[in-house]
């Protein structure tokens, strides 16, 4: 029996179709986030896509799992909060289940790429795993005794807004010093401008000025590649507050694994010197020596994935 994974994000919505250990249909699409009823047809047409992939192949569907960044109550499928979506209060779960006749399942979006780790990637076999995504913004998951951990309201894992460095820089949750207002490429950015306004030269802050568009972490990794001091400053910055963030993680939680995901992993190996430095330094021994910390390995697939196993595990 195959199950369907579905990813929502702010611009894009990733489906796949599992069977098995194999993808054996994918597909992404662009997210009208314009409207409640425009993301849920966005959600509904996928679904009918991957279910008609499936069924071509000669495989019946009996699960559909979601992902979607926000806040889920999962015994209800209701999206709390949602920051990206007009999802909030949207009963997601029931209006799925009524109009596809599948069961449904849905779930925070970094619990999922935290459980497709945990199964099927770079933490394959592990009970205890602690999952980073790394983008213009910092999520989180975490995985205890194999299973998804979400407390009691379903808001658990925010492991960007963990403060690493209190009095630090304002967060997008109105606190200060956050992971994700130090280590995210929002945080990168911000970095870029401060070192523009401070006057500092470098290629990298030319060409920002000269077209602000042209900024990506990518693009400052490639300055950073080709020797600009600057641009390897900021990523040895960023680095270093998330190795102090994934000290405090692994000595909360003891885990086999943390793993990372997300669009900063192309400018990874610019931050990870100070990354495990400062990691080395703050974690706890008996924890630090045990734990690995790794690249996730399944790529755009990983949020999707994670949905479709988290159906198929809901089910059994
Ligand atoms: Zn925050």
């Known amino acids: 029996m195959a199950v369907i994974g579905i990813d929502l994000g702010g611009t894009k919505t990733a489906g796949i179709v599992l069977n098995g250990e194999s993808i054996?249909?994918?597909?992404?699409?662009d997210t009208d986030a314009s409207s409640q009823e425009s993301v849920l047809s966005c959600l509904l047409e996928m679904g009918a896509r991957m279910r008609e992939a499936a069924e071509r192949l000669g495989l019946s569907v009996n699960a559909l799992g979601l992902g979607i960044a926000g806040f889920i109550d999962f015994e209800r499928g209701v999206v709390t909060e949602?920051?990206?979506?007009?999802?909030?209060?949207?009963?997601?779960?029931?209006?799925?289940?009524a109009e596809t006749g599948l069961a449904v399942f849905v779930d925070n979006d970094a619990n999922m790429a935290a459980l497709a780790e945990a199964r099927m990637g770079a933490g394959k076999g592990s009970r205890y795993l602690v999952h980073l995504t790394l983008g213009t913004g910092i999520g989180g998951g975490i995985i205890i005794d194999g299973r998804v951990y979400r407390g009691a309201q379903g808001a658990a894992a925010e492991l960007g807004h963990m403060i690493v460095l209190e009095d630090g820089p304002l967060c997008n949750c109105?606190?200060?010093?956050c992971l994700e207002a130090l280590s995210s490429g929002v945080a990168i950015y911000r970095r870029v401008e401060e070192a523009a306004a401070a006057g500092r030269a470098s290629p990298a802050l030319e060409e920002f000025l000269a077209d602000p568009l042209a900024f990506s972490a990518e693009a400052l990794?490639?300055?950073?590649?080709?020797?600009?001091?600057?641009?390897?400053e900021i990523f040895q910055a960023a680095g270093h507050h998330l190795g102090t963030g994934i000290a405090s993680l692994v000595n909360v939680f003891n885990p086999d694994v943390v793993t990372l995901s997300g669009g900063l992993l192309g400018c990874l190996h610019h931050?990870?010197?100070a990354m495990l430095r400062s990691f080395r330094e703050t974690a706890i021994a008996i924890s630090r020596d045990h734990v690995r910390i790794l690249r996730s390995t399944l790529g755009d697939d990983v949020g999707a994935l994670g949905a479709a196993l988290l159906a198929r595990e809901s089910l059994s």
Request: cysteine-free.
């Open 24 to 29: 054996v249909a994918r597909d992404r699409t």
């Open 82 to 97: 949602a920051p990206n979506h007009p999802l909030k209060d949207a009963r997601v779960k029931d209006i799925l289940e």
């Open 174 to 177: 109105g606190a200060r010093g």
């Open 221 to 232: 990794g490639r300055h950073a590649d080709a020797g600009d001091g600057l641009a390897r």
């Open 271 to 273: 931050m990870e010197e």
